[in-house]
Structures are given as structure tokens and as C-alpha cells.
């Protein structure tokens, strides 16, 4: 089963916040969050383990609600370098070494 | 730490000829790899998961006859398109699992283009 992310794209101008989300329907084990550029490979960000831990990456964070099946993405005073494509990932299974089953992303856009 | 090369980046090949992509984790072993493929300004899709030493698990709707998977060693598993044809042409992706890692380590991607 796909998560679901939302919204699908974004527009910021530098030094705005956005919000992504990602819902699955099915019991989560962990959320992985990447972000691809156009033309290159996915880039991992962070993992989001049971527990509702929210990590962070710069600035750069995520929260993991596993009552809920759903994580956040958080982008703080964003910066030109953040445009490109946000992809939640969950695993198939219960656990590591299983496919990861990716959403359909969030396209964000920084402008100037 | 948990390097993964893919080779080639790009290539272009003619219809009715095969392309051989190559995956490697270079600072670890990876057991099982997974295999991606992804048209324009659309979501990875998983096509099949490679396993050292025994037969890929391809996903439904993926042939196993053109996508040949070879998974002989630790470090290298191998996706062969096989009699390409233009409806083929996108960017795939392996991707590899690390044991006691964190997250999966992608390769740099594969853009295949057949004409």
C-alpha cells in the first residue's frame, strides 16, 4: 500500500516554512523521508522510528505519529537549495530488509 | 559509509537490443538489493527485490524475462533489459539495504533511453 503525501506541490519564497505530510494505511513500523533533484537519485533525509521521536536534519525535521500512521515533514526558513522532490517511504513489511514502497512526492519550489 | 555505484548513468541503445545495468555497494555486503524504476515526474516504483544467490522476486506486472536479475555476489546485482523497446525508456534505480544501517542507500540512477 502507497503512503498517501500531501500536497502535492509547493511554492515558497527563501526563508518561508512548509509542511509535508505522509499517511499510510497500514500499521507503520518506520518513515523514511528522501528528497530527489531533477535528473539525480533520491537523497535519504532521515528515518523516523516508532516512538513519535522527531528527528531533525538542519533545518530540516520530521515527527512520526505511529497512533495516527502519519508523519510530517518540516522545513524551516527555507533555502533555494531545498527545492526538488520529497518522497515519504515505508516498508512493505514489518521491518528492515523489506522493500521500501515510496508516495507519489511533493514537489516544493524555492523562489528568490 | 554504505556507498552503492550504478553503472552506467546513461545510455542510449537501439529497440531490440539488450542493456546491462550494474549495481555495487562498495563499503559493505549488501544481501538484498531492490531494484527501481521511475518515469517522468513520477514516484519510484519498486520492480524487484535481488537476492545473493537465489532468484529475484519480481512485482506484479514486471516481466521476469525482460528484466533479468543476476544477484551473484554480495556486492553486485546486475538488471538486464533484454530486447528494449522505447516504452522502456526511464531511470532506474538500485537501491540497497545495509544490516545495522540506517535508511537505504540509493545508487546514482540509470537513465535508459531506447530508440
Known amino acids: 500500500q502507497q503512503p498517501v503525501q500531501s500536497p502535492q506541490a509547493v511554492i515558497l519564497r527563501e526563508g518561508e516554512d512548509a509542511v509535508i505530510n505522509c499517511s499510510s494505511s497500514?500499521?507503520?513500523?518506520?518513515v523514511h523521508w528522501y528528497r530527489q533533484k531533477h535528473g539525480e537519485a533520491p537523497v535519504f533525509l532521515m528515518i523516523?522510528?516508532?516512538?513519535?521521536e522527531q528527528k531533525g536534519h538542519e533545518k530540516i525535521s520530521a515527527s512520526f505519529n505511529e497512533k495516527k500512521q502519519q508523519s510530517s515533514l518540516y522545513l524551516t526558513a527555507s533555502q533555494l537549495s531545498y527545492s526538488g522532490t520529497y518522497f515519504c517511504?515505508?516498508?512493505?513489511?514489518?521491518?528492515?530488509?523489506?522493500?521500501?514502497?515510496f508516495g507519489k512526492g511533493t514537489r516544493l519550489s524555492v523562489i528568490a | 559509509g554504505a556507498v552503492v555505484s550504478q553503472h552506467p548513468s546513461r545510455v542510449i541503445c537501439k529497440s531490440g537490443t539488450s542493456v546491462k545495468i550494474e549495481c555495487r555497494s562498495l563499503?559493505?555486503?549488501?544481501?538484498?538489493m531492490f531494484w527501481y524504476r521511475q518515469f517522468p515526474k513520477q514516484s519510484l516504483m519498486l520492480m524487484a527485490t535481488?537476492?545473493?544467490?537465489?532468484?529475484?522476486?519480481?512485482e506484479q506486472g514486471v516481466e521476469k524475462d525482460k528484466f533479468l536479475i543476476n544477484h551473484a555476489s554480495l556486492t553486485l546485482s546486475t538488471l538486464t533489459v533484454t530486447s528494449a523497446h522505447p516504452e522502456d525508456s526511464s531511470f532506474y534505480i538500485c537501491?540497497?539495504?545495509?544490516?545495522?544501517?540506517?535508511?537505504?542507500?540509493f545508487g546514482s540512477g540509470t537513465r535508459l533511453t531506447v530508440v
Open positions: 517511504g515505508t516498508y512493505r513489511g514489518d521491518s528492515g530488509n523489506t522493500p521500501l514502497v
Open positions: 537501491s540497497a539495504y545495509r544490516a545495522g544501517g540506517v535508511g537505504y542507500t
Open positions: 523516523l522510528l516508532k516512538g513519535g
Open positions: 497500514k500499521a507503520l513500523y518506520s
Open positions: 563499503d559493505f555486503q549488501a544481501t538484498t
Open positions: 535481488s537476492n545473493e544467490g537465489s532468484k529475484a522476486t519480481y
